[in-house]
């Protein structure tokens, strides 16, 4: 790791103290001598040691938890495959409700486990997000092409469960979990329990899913009452407590906006921010390739628009996962209320009795549906169909909970010490000639003058940290996915590393959208960047993309993959990500003598190994 | 100091470049002016070019500028300066056809931000040209047979010829001896050629700058040909002026005139602007021998080691103008005959139409700081299309900023007429002496010397100065009033009678007592003043001349009669 951060209460802050201070100190041999001593201590004082370690490098060291006792003691397999972290995080907590049970768990991310282990699997626990439209997450997509190819082994001793994740603003919002579940039971798999699929609120149906599963692990063989092992872990009251860090996702800290200025210049096509925000005093750090999550409000006008569709007033009680509120502060805080989700629609179908709508329920209207959600949000919906003398708490019943926004944090603590800087693309659409923003963009452009805070938190995105420092790094990027580049070129900088460098960066005008031009030009200069290709799509015929550029100097990003450069690839799924990868698979086939396959082969490797890693939303 | 050995030979080309100027080195080290430009043109991520590049491509008529409106917030963006280029195109004499008007509209639509300006030396400046539109501008000019070399750097600058239209055979004669010179005094290099058009670099046949060398002048070095009674080019503001002497219509030789200049520094007491001295006579056959061997000396006398006292000006000063003169004429091999008598009226444009001599029709529109752009009362840009495709004589652009058509034969003046009505470009006589006698340089937002506004502000200061005419009765009286952004004086504010440099937003000096037809510098009555403070100045001052004035005095006479200013007999004495 670049840098050893406490691990949390697991310890306390003089022992890690001591643990750092001798850790710098040891060399490799004397480490690893270290560590089997401590782990032979360990051993004899409790003597069922856990088999197989966290997966997860971000989250503290959990005690080991005893393995039920007998011969039919299974190991259980947490696999997750995430985007955002929600999937590792919940993937965590299975893994910890499975441990107080007593039973044996370890955690692997999708990205880096090996398929061909499947047949070797007693239980399997699958979480997965969904990525774009039905696809898995990026780094998923090895395991998905492995599980559903030929070379798939019959699992006939395998035991799973699937919890999908999904966005259901999307039409095929939870397939990938879909199709994991739909293929191992095609390769003889059982299923432990059903599987659920989450919308972005998943909060509750998660939590039922990982009780419905732990119930399912359960030996039932074993003797009624308390399982020895697991009292006995009660007793030695070393069952590892959860640590909130000081501020997460459900309590975000309240960040100051230091500094948000609009990046594109006069002209420009687009509207993309910069925005600064002070972590001082929050205890939260993070690292290159991080992302901050900005807990949003509703547009205030939004929320007047709908209270005035609706005809209630802001003041009506409502009560929202058993909280009382008000319909209001609901509608500004807690729900989300631009875009409408299948569930609103067949909600407001029933409350409506809509021809019009209730005709889109059909299984066959699909298409039909997404089109129609695509042009109606929940405003135009309210309005195109009223449903007068609604009752509020019947209204929010059919919306979801506001979801955090997730951005890439484009600076390094190491440069702006206690700062979290983001490169945010305002939305900005007219929709029934409607001006509408994003919720969080809109709210960051809009409502957060100097001096205002953001409510804030740290989503960890291992997966995308920084390389070492002796690294090449290949960084492509569009749009305000050059941000985590900033944050690395910072971080180099501050750190005085030494390895080469090479942005790929694609906008669409040069004069007014090259992104941080001045700093990159300085960046250059100083040598901490080696290498700047640039490619604004709409000042040449025909338009000039990332992937072009790549093409262009395909000899040399091959010798840099050679080189053993880490390949990193931000910004936009739709199609950048796939474009690039395609350019990528070509230089690769002409310049290494492959065929498709072998490209195809190569750049796998590249992304098993962590050379190839993706963050593209 | 008679002699060529016993001048100071310390700060000229004689010495070893470490010990000049850094400007010397870059010239000297430029290959004759290729520098790094193919580079710096293929430089995708930065719209300028290097420092050293900037320089050399002045010599190619290319500024580097940026938009100043937008710098600072630019900066707060982290983006660069909005950075693009000013192409300045060589027109000798400010001559040009319908053809060669409808490729400069074409390129300016294209690329120029929709707008051409006239120039104070007779010719066009496309702004706004983004670094690879370079290329095809360039190009484009080079298929109507215009080009963009010298029109800066240390070399030969546009040469001005008066556009005097009644004079239709003299001017003639004058114009093409002024083409001449223009195409004699260029610089030779290959690189023009290989950097715009993509040609491949010729052997060396012979030095590369025969007459240059690679260290070309110290500094700019103007040319201009004068028809009396018109002093409308300010030829004492030239390095070298031609004043033209003709003997009933046909063309005999030139006064010479040496060492004017404009250029100043503020708070520099050694900058000054200099009038030229008229030092003697020649017959036309030895204009460009007279040419030679003028530039020759400052070429080679010239100071290379401070630039703002590199102008030949300064050499004059320095070494004695019976010195410089007997060098001229010992590279002459003949002694330049005594000055020739002649009379200067007026350094103005007489608007509207005029009949020249050979019955030829001309009509000069009065175009506000040579502004050319469509505006919604006034689509300029678009009326000066239509004639140009309807035209078929010539354009002349005016050393005032202004525009004649030129050369129509009686029956197309009609068509002419209409196009100018069409478009509302007829008004001739409706704006104020002082407007029409009006001249201020681009300034602010693109020249990156302006320290204020200029051609964005005079206009409003001139209507407000117009109230103060009116209420004095002094609406018809020719006065002269330029303005500048800077010191520098490109629109030649020195030695006009109301004169105003900039020093900083709002702020400005007022000179006043300059000669109405160009034969006198001016002198700073206030320094720094904002607006109110000059309309004060004014109000008292024109009220008083208003009153006092004695028959057909000029506003600049009286100023200094009256005790306002001191009269300023030489340059060097300017700043006194």
Same mark, same amino acid.
């Not at chain 2, 100043?68 to 060589?90: C, G, H, N, Y």
């Not at chain 2, 404009?262 to 030229?276: E, F, I, M, S, V």
């Given at each position: 790791?670049?840098?050893?951060?406490?691990?949390?209460?697991?310890?306390?802050?003089?022992?890690?103290?001591?643990?750092?201070?001798?850790?710098?100190?040891?060399?490799?041999?004397?480490?690893?001598?270290?560590?089997?001593?401590?782990?032979?201590?360990?051993?004899?004082?409790?003597?069922?040691?856990?088999?197989?370690?966290?997966?997860?490098?971000?989250?503290?060291?959990?005690?080991?938890?005893?393995?039920?006792?007998?011969?039919?003691?299974?190991?259980?397999?947490?696999?997750?495959?995430?985007?955002?972290?929600?999937?590792?995080?919940?993937?965590?907590?299975?893994?910890?409700?499975?441990?107080?049970?007593?039973?044996?768990?370890?955690?692997? *991310?999708?990205?880096?486990?090996?398929?061909?282990?499947?047949?070797?699997?007693?239980?399997?626990?699958?979480?997965?997000?969904?990525?774009?439209?039905?696809?898995?997450?990026?780094?998923?997509?090895?395991?998905?092409?492995?599980?559903?190819?030929?070379?798939?082994?019959?699992?006939?001793?395998?035991?799973?469960?699937?919890?999908?994740?999904?966005?259901?603003?999307?039409?095929?919002?939870?397939?990938?979990?879909?199709?994991? *579940?739909?293929?191992?039971?095609?390769?003889?798999?059982?299923?432990?329990?059903?599987?659920?699929?989450?919308?972005?609120?998943?909060?509750? *149906?998660?939590?039922?899913?990982?009780?419905?599963?732990?119930?399912?692990?359960?030996?039932?063989?074993?003797?009624?009452?308390?399982?020895?092992?697991?009292?006995?872990?009660?007793?030695?009251?070393?069952?590892?407590?959860?640590?909130?860090?000081?501020?997460?996702?459900?309590?975000?800290?309240?960040? $100051?906006?230091?500094?948000?200025?609009?990046?594109?210049?006069?002209?420009?096509?687009?509207?993309?921010?910069?925005?600064?925000?002070?972590?001082?005093?929050?205890?939260? !750090?993070?690292?290159?390739?991080?992302?901050?999550?900005?807990?949003?409000?509703?547009?205030?006008?939004?929320?007047?628009?709908?209270?005035?569709?609706?005809?209630?007033?802001?003041?009506?009680?409502?009560?929202?996962?058993?909280?009382?509120?008000?319909?209001?502060?609901?509608?500004?805080?807690?729900?989300?209320? !631009?875009?409408?989700?299948?569930?609103?629609?067949?909600?407001?179908?029933?409350?409506?009795?809509?021809?019009?709508?209730?005709?889109?329920?059909?299984?066959?209207?699909?298409?039909?549906?997404?089109?129609?959600?695509?042009?109606?949000?929940?405003?135009?919906?309210?309005?195109?169909?009223?449903?007068?003398?609604?009752?509020?708490?019947?209204?929010?019943?059919?919306?979801?909970?506001?979801?955090?926004?997730?951005?890439?944090?484009?600076?390094?603590?190491?440069?702006?010490?206690?700062?979290?800087?983001?490169?945010?693309?305002?939305?900005?659409?007219?929709?029934?000639?409607?001006?509408?923003?994003?919720?969080?963009?809109?709210?960051?452009?809009?409502?957060?003058?100097?001096?205002?805070?953001?409510?804030?938190?740290?989503?960890?995105?291992?997966?995308?940290?920084?390389?070492?420092?002796?690294?090449?790094?290949?960084?492509?990027?569009?749009?305000?996915?050059?941000?985590?580049?900033?944050?690395?070129?910072?971080?180099?900088?501050?750190?005085?590393?030494?390895?080469?460098?090479?942005?790929?960066?694609?906008?669409?005008?040069?004069?007014?959208?090259?992104?941080?031009?001045?700093?990159?030009?300085?960046?250059?200069?100083?040598?901490?960047?080696?290498?700047?290709?640039?490619?604004?799509?709409?000042?040449?015929?025909?338009?000039?993309?990332?992937?072009?550029?790549?093409?262009?100097?395909?000899?040399?990003?091959?010798?840099?993959?050679?080189?053993?450069?880490?390949?990193?690839?931000?910004?936009?799924?739709?199609?950048?990500?796939?474009?690039?990868?395609?350019?990528? $698979?070509?230089?690769?086939?002409?310049?290494?003598?492959?065929?498709?396959?072998?490209?195809?082969?190569?750049?796998?490797?590249?992304?098993?190994?962590?050379?190839?890693?993706?963050?593209?939303? | 100091?008679?002699?060529?050995?016993?001048?100071?030979?310390?700060?000229?080309?004689?010495?070893?470049?470490?010990?000049?100027?850094?400007?010397? =080195?870059?010239?000297?080290?430029?290959?004759?002016?290729?520098?790094?430009?193919?580079?710096?043109?293929?430089?995708?991520? =930065?719209?300028?070019?290097?420092?050293?590049?900037?320089?050399?491509?002045?010599?190619?008529?290319?500024?580097?500028?940026?938009?100043?409106?937008?710098?600072?917030?630019?900066?707060?963006?982290?983006?660069?300066?909005?950075?693009?280029?000013?192409?300045?195109?060589?027109?000798?004499?400010?001559?040009?056809?319908?053809?060669?008007?409808?490729?400069?509209?074409?390129?300016?639509?294209?690329?120029?931000?929709?707008?051409?300006?006239?120039?104070?030396?007779?010719?066009?400046?496309?702004?706004?040209?983004?670094?690879?539109?370079?290329?095809?501008?360039?190009?484009?000019?080079?298929?109507?047979?215009?080009?963009?070399?010298?029109?800066?750097?240390?070399?030969?600058?546009?040469?001005?010829?008066?556009?005097?239209?009644?004079?239709?055979?003299?001017?003639?004669?004058?114009?093409?001896?002024?083409?001449?010179?223009?195409?004699?005094?260029?610089?030779?290099?290959?690189?023009?050629?290989?950097?715009?058009?993509?040609?491949?670099? +010729?052997?060396?046949?012979?030095?590369?700058?025969?007459?240059?060398?690679?260290?070309?002048?110290?500094?700019?070095?103007?040319?201009?040909?004068?028809?009396?009674?018109?002093?409308?080019?300010?030829?004492?503001?030239?390095?070298?002026?031609?004043?033209?002497?003709?003997?009933?219509?046909?063309?005999?030789?030139?006064?010479?005139?040496?060492?004017?200049?404009?250029?100043?520094?503020?708070?520099?007491?050694?900058?000054?602007?200099?009038?030229?001295?008229?030092?003697?006579?020649?017959?036309?056959?030895?204009?460009?021998?007279?040419?030679?061997?003028?530039?020759?000396?400052?070429?080679?006398?010239?100071?290379?080691?401070?630039?703002?006292?590199?102008?030949?000006?300064?050499?004059?000063?320095?070494?004695?103008?019976?010195?410089?003169?007997?060098?001229?004429?010992?590279?002459?091999?003949?002694?330049?005959?005594?000055?020739?008598?002649?009379?200067?009226?007026?350094?103005?444009?007489?608007?509207?139409?005029?009949?020249?001599?050979?019955?030829?029709?001309?009509?000069?529109?009065?175009?506000?700081?040579?502004?050319?752009?469509?505006?919604?009362?006034?689509?300029?840009?678009?009326?000066?299309?239509?004639?140009?495709?309807?035209?078929?004589?010539?354009?002349?652009?005016?050393?005032?900023?202004?525009?004649?058509?030129?050369?129509?034969?009686?029956?197309?003046?009609?068509?002419?007429?209409?196009?100018?009505?069409?478009?509302?470009?007829?008004?001739? +006589?409706?704006?104020?002496?002082?407007?029409?006698?009006?001249?201020?340089?681009?300034?602010?937002?693109?020249?990156?010397?302006?320290?204020?506004?200029?051609?964005?502000?005079?206009?409003?200061?001139?209507?407000?100065?117009?109230?103060?005419?009116?209420?004095?009765?002094?609406? +018809?009286?020719?006065?002269?009033?330029?303005?500048?952004?800077?010191?520098?004086?490109?629109?030649?504010?020195?030695?006009?009678?109301?004169?105003?440099?900039?020093?900083?937003?709002?702020?400005?000096?007022?000179?006043?007592?300059?000669?109405?037809?160009?034969?006198?510098?001016?002198?700073?009555?206030?320094?720094?003043?904002?607006?109110?403070?000059?309309? +004060?100045?004014?109000?008292?001052?024109?009220?008083?001349?208003?009153?006092?004035?004695?028959?057909?005095?000029?506003?600049?006479?009286?100023?200094?009669?009256?005790?306002?200013?001191?009269?300023?007999?030489?340059?060097?004495?300017?700043?006194?």
């Amino acid at each position: 790791m670049a840098t050893m951060e406490h691990p949390g209460s697991i310890i306390t802050t003089d022992q890690w103290e001591m643990v750092s201070g001798l850790t710098t100190s040891l060399t490799h041999d004397q480490a690893l001598w270290i560590s089997g001593y401590l782990a032979g201590l360990s051993h004899q004082a409790r003597s069922p040691v856990l088999a197989g370690g966290d997966a997860v490098a971000s989250t503290p060291p959990t005690a080991p938890a005893p393995a039920p006792a007998g011969p039919t003691a299974r190991v259980v397999t947490v696999l997750f495959a995430s985007e955002t972290g929600n999937s590792r995080e919940l993937a965590t907590s299975l893994a910890q409700a499975a441990r107080d049970q007593g039973i044996e768990a370890k955690v692997a *991310d999708m990205a880096e486990y090996r398929p061909r282990t499947l047949k070797d699997t007693q239980d399997l626990l699958v979480i997965t997000s969904t990525h774009g439209d039905g696809d898995p997450p990026q780094t998923a997509m090895d395991f998905f092409e492995f599980l559903e190819g030929r070379k798939a082994p019959k699992l006939p001793q395998l035991r799973y469960a699937v919890l999908a994740l999904g966005d259901s603003t999307y039409e095929h919002y939870c397939a990938a979990g879909r199709r994991i *579940d739909e293929r191992l039971a095609e390769l003889g798999a059982q299923r432990l329990v059903d599987r659920v699929e989450c919308d972005v609120d998943y909060d509750d *149906d998660a939590a039922g899913w990982i009780e419905a599963v732990s119930r399912a692990l359960a030996p039932s063989a074993a003797p009624p009452g308390p399982a020895p092992a697991a009292a006995g872990t009660a007793a030695a009251g070393t069952a590892p407590v959860a640590v909130p860090a000081a501020f997460d996702k459900r309590r975000p800290f309240a960040a $100051a906006v230091l500094d948000n200025v609009v990046l594109t210049g006069r002209g420009s096509t687009k509207e993309t921010r910069h925005v600064e925000l002070s972590l001082e005093d929050s205890g939260l !750090t993070y690292q290159p390739g991080d992302a901050l999550g900005v807990v949003a409000r509703n547009d205030p006008a939004l929320v007047d628009a709908l209270l005035d569709q609706l005809g209630l007033p802001g003041d009506t009680p409502v009560t929202i996962k058993q909280q009382d509120t008000t319909l209001g502060d609901a509608l500004a805080g807690t729900l989300e209320i !631009t875009a409408a989700t299948p569930r609103f629609l067949d909600h407001w179908a029933e409350i409506t009795g809509a021809a019009e709508l209730q005709a889109l329920l059909a299984p066959e209207q699909s298409k039909a549906r997404t089109a129609f959600l695509q042009r109606h949000h929940v405003l135009d919906l309210v309005g195109r169909f009223p449903a007068p003398g609604i009752d509020a708490d019947r209204f929010v019943a059919g919306l979801r909970p506001l979801q955090p926004r997730l951005y890439s944090i484009a600076s390094s603590l190491a440069a702006a010490p206690d700062e979290a800087h983001l490169t945010v693309s305002t939305v900005r659409y007219a929709l029934h000639d409607v001006p509408r923003t994003g919720v969080a963009s809109g709210y960051l452009a809009e409502r957060t003058e100097t001096d205002a805070t953001v409510p804030v938190y740290i989503q960890r995105n291992e997966h995308f940290h920084l390389a070492d420092d002796d690294t090449p790094l290949l960084m492509i990027g569009a749009g305000t996915g050059v941000a985590p580049y900033r944050a690395f070129m910072q971080e180099r900088e501050a750190r005085g590393a030494t390895g080469r460098s090479w942005l790929f960066f694609g906008e669409r005008n040069f004069r007014s959208d090259f992104l941080y031009q001045v700093e990159w030009q300085a960046l250059l200069k100083h040598g901490v960047l080696s290498r700047l290709d640039l490619a604004f799509s709409r000042d040449a015929t025909p338009k000039t993309y990332v992937q072009d550029r790549l093409r262009r100097h395909g000899r040399d990003v091959y010798a840099w993959l050679e080189d053993g450069a880490c390949l990193y690839v931000c910004g936009d799924a739709a199609h950048m990500a796939g474009d690039v990868h395609d350019a990528l $698979a070509d230089i690769v086939a002409e310049h290494g003598g492959l065929d498709r396959d072998g490209a195809d082969d190569y750049l796998a490797a590249l992304k098993r190994d962590r050379r190839y890693r993706l963050d593209v939303y | 100091m008679s002699t060529t050995d016993q001048t100071d030979r310390s700060r000229d080309v004689s010495q070893p470049l470490d010990n000049l100027g850094p400007d010397e =080195t870059l010239k000297a080290k430029s290959d004759y002016l290729r520098g790094t430009i193919e580079h710096s043109l293929l430089d995708e991520i =930065t719209a300028a070019v290097a420092g050293d590049d900037a320089k050399l491509m002045k010599f190619f008529g290319l500024y580097q500028q940026d938009d100043r409106d937008i710098r600072d917030e630019r900066r707060r963006q982290k983006l660069e300066p909005a950075f693009s280029f000013m192409a300045r195109v060589r027109l000798p004499g400010g001559v040009c056809s319908p053809s060669q008007w409808l490729k400069l509209d074409e390129l300016a639509r294209a690329h120029g931000g929709e707008t051409l300006r006239l120039t104070t030396r007779q010719t066009f400046q496309l702004h706004h040209i983004i670094k690879q539109d370079l290329r095809p501008v360039m190009r484009g000019l080079r298929d109507v047979l215009l080009d963009t070399k010298a029109a800066c750097g240390d070399d030969t600058r546009g040469v001005m010829c008066t556009v005097n239209p009644n004079l239709s055979s003299l001017h003639a004669q004058v114009y093409a001896l002024a083409k001449q010179a223009s195409d004699h005094a260029l610089h030779r290099t290959g690189a023009y050629r290989e950097i715009w058009y993509g040609e491949q670099r +010729e052997p060396a046949d012979g030095p590369e700058e025969p007459f240059y060398g690679r260290t070309y002048m110290p500094r700019k070095f103007k040319i201009g040909f004068a028809i009396p009674p018109s002093n409308d080019i300010d030829v004492y503001s030239q390095d070298l002026g031609f004043i033209a002497v003709a003997d009933g219509g046909a063309l005999k030789g030139f006064n010479v005139a040496i060492g004017g200049g404009l250029g100043r520094t503020d708070q520099a007491p050694k900058t000054y602007p200099r009038l030229a001295d008229v030092i003697g006579y020649v017959d036309a056959e030895s204009l460009m021998a007279t040419i030679d061997a003028v530039m020759s000396v400052q070429r080679d006398y010239g100071d290379r080691v401070d630039r703002a006292h590199a102008r030949f000006k300064y050499t004059i000063d320095d070494k004695g103008l019976e010195w410089v003169t007997a060098e001229i004429e010992r590279r002459l091999g003949f002694a330049l005959a005594p000055a020739r008598p002649y009379t200067f009226t007026s350094n103005g444009d007489a608007l509207g139409w005029v009949t020249g001599e050979d019955g030829r029709e001309h009509c000069t529109l009065f175009i506000q700081n040579g502004r050319i752009v469509n505006t919604s009362e006034r689509p300029m840009m678009d009326g000066l299309r239509a004639i140009a495709e309807a035209h078929e004589g010539t354009f002349r652009i005016t050393p005032n900023q202004n525009l004649i058509i030129s050369d129509l034969a009686p029956e197309d003046r009609p068509a002419i007429e209409a196009l100018l009505k069409d478009h509302g470009l007829d008004e001739f +006589e409706s704006r104020s002496a002082l407007r029409r006698n009006s001249m201020a340089c681009v300034a602010l937002p693109t020249c990156g010397l302006a320290m204020a506004e200029s051609e964005r502000y005079l206009p409003d200061l001139v209507t407000k100065i117009e109230a103060l005419l009116d209420a004095h009765g002094l609406t +018809e009286e020719p006065i002269t009033i330029r303005m500048t952004g800077c010191p520098n004086g490109c629109a030649r504010p020195y030695i006009a009678e109301i004169g105003l440099t900039g020093r900083a937003p709002g702020k400005y000096n007022l000179y006043l007592g300059g000669g109405f037809h160009g034969q006198r510098l001016n002198k700073m009555y206030l320094e720094n003043v904002g607006e109110s403070a000059i309309l +004060e100045a004014l109000d008292t001052t024109l009220g008083h001349y208003a009153r006092e004035r004695r028959p057909g005095e000029r506003f600049g006479d009286f100023a200094i009669r009256a005790g306002y200013v001191a009269e300023v007999e030489e340059g060097r004495f300017f700043n006194d």
